[in-house]
């Protein structure tokens, strides 16, 4: 009996010990808190487990703190890529339709592990994978293996197989009876029955392709009708989720725009009319604007003038878009150029005429806003979750200082911590 009671009073009081809380104050040079676009001189972030604590100046540390000292730097929330592909890999290394066809799945996987992790060190703690491109349904494994800690990441929403018309996706073999690899082919009633079908297996998001190629070389044209879409946006809505529309041409935009879809993905000849309906509607923009530079480059373009005719397309409707208001997305496709790269289409948003600070805004609150993870994500306020990085300078008044990573906080854990001072609560 006096071992019984010996034993039960180790498990008593064992674990009270084990669940004590890491608590951590970060005091950096100033804070940006994702909402303000002024950055917070002196102000200070508690973190306690998880979770965010406390947020202002002249913070005092309690009893056992970890103190973190970030001088010089700016720690504002985990960025949010807002379109990926972590299945894919640049295509100036490899082709897509390569990739699709070549690339065994194990390979494929084994990249997307590796490219969550960068992706996490370059400071994203989340991001939208918006399809696996043939992978299948690799994304929900490789989203829930972060979660559970097996492999480093990013928190994910996958999109998993996403939707396209049969016949308007690819890759494209000579033989026309060839199924589409990259996505799910579906019509008329079977749109809502595939985004059943993906949200049932694991889903967070549906995407559908609102227009694409018909045939390799030609121009973009719509492919499902509004009333498809809509099929597939009601289901997603109902399931809770969000739908998203790839959508390149006026037309395409337009039906994703009345069928309820949440964000535009691209919308290269996007006009003023049509981001007016837009933000009318409440529909969120994500521009891809980097992926446009690097398939440009890629074409042999060396970023000077005189600019080919995609990317005097594309900064006429990213100037439209800004000029009606409509909520940025920042997503730039990545996995089109090299994963931990995510910072070129912030650097792009500014050169291409967003103040930084509404750059960071929309990488920030803005993403976690469209993304309806706000209440989790995003911002630097009591409650939400401690997803934090601290870059070198101050990037509300130079944006490529969002490159200059220095710690990377994921969930209350340091994930990346270059050169940080680290002193005990005296």
Not at 234 to 240: F, L, R, T
Not at 308 to 329: H, N, Q, T, Y
Request: hydrophobic share 45%; proline share 6%; glycine share 12%.
């Amino acid at each position: 009996m006096r071992l019984i009671a010996l034993v039960l009073a180790l498990l008593l009081t064992a674990p009270a010990a084990a669940q004590q809380t890491d608590v951590v104050l970060l005091r950096p040079a100033r804070i940006f808190d994702g909402i303000d676009p002024a950055p917070h001189a002196g102000w200070q972030v508690l973190v306690r487990g998880e979770r965010i604590e406390a947020v202002g100046p002249n913070l005092a540390a309690p009893a056992g703190a970890r103190i973190v000292d970030l001088p010089g730097a700016t720690l504002m929330p985990g960025m949010i890529e807002g379109h990926s592909h972590l299945f894919l890999h640049a295509y100036n290394e490899t082709s897509w339709d390569d990739q699709v066809l070549r690339e065994p799945l194990a390979l494929r996987t084994a990249r997307a592990v590796a490219a969550a992790r960068t992706t996490l060190m370059a400071g994203f703690t989340t991001v939208r994978d918006l399809g696996t491109e043939g992978a299948g349904y690799a994304d929900v494994g490789l989203r829930d293996a972060i979660a559970r800690g097996i492999v480093p990441g990013p928190r994910m929403l996958v999109a998993t197989r996403a939707i396209v018309a049969t016949g308007a996706y690819g890759p494209k073999l000579a033989d026309p009876t060839f199924a589409a690899l990259g996505a799910e082919e579906a019509d008329g009633a079977g749109v809502a029955l595939a985004a059943r079908h993906q949200i049932g297996g694991g889903a967070d998001l549906v995407k559908l392709y609102a227009d694409y190629r018909w045939r390799p070389g030609e121009p973009s044209r719509p492919t499902f009708t509004i009333e498809e879409i809509s099929g597939a946006v009601e289901v997603a809505h109902s399931a809770g989720r969000i739908a998203v529309a790839h959508a390149s041409t006026a037309e395409g935009m337009r039906r994703a725009i009345l069928a309820g879809v949440d964000t535009i993905e691209h919308g290269n000849e996007g006009t003023l009319e049509i981001f007016r309906l837009m933000r009318a509607r409440g529909v969120g923009y994500c521009p891809t604007l980097a992926a446009s530079d690097a398939t440009a480059r890629y074409a042999g373009w060396n970023g000077a003038a005189p600019e080919p005719e995609s990317i005097r397309i594309k900064r006429a409707s990213f100037a439209a878009a800004l000029a009606a208001g409509v909520s940025i997305c920042m997503g730039g496709d990545v996995g089109v150029f090299p994963h931990g790269e995510n910072a070129r289409e912030m650097e792009l948003m500014a050169a291409w005429g967003m103040r930084p600070a509404d750059v960071l805004i929309a990488a920030t609150s803005g993403n976690a806003r469209l993304f309806h993870i706000g209440d989790r994500l995003g911002s630097i306020r009591p409650g939400l979750l401690a997803d934090l990085v601290a870059v070198d300078g101050d990037p509300t008044l130079d944006i490529h200082a969002v490159r200059a990573v220095r710690m990377v906080m994921k969930g209350g854990v340091v994930v990346r911590d270059d050169h940080v001072r680290n002193e005990s609560q005296p």
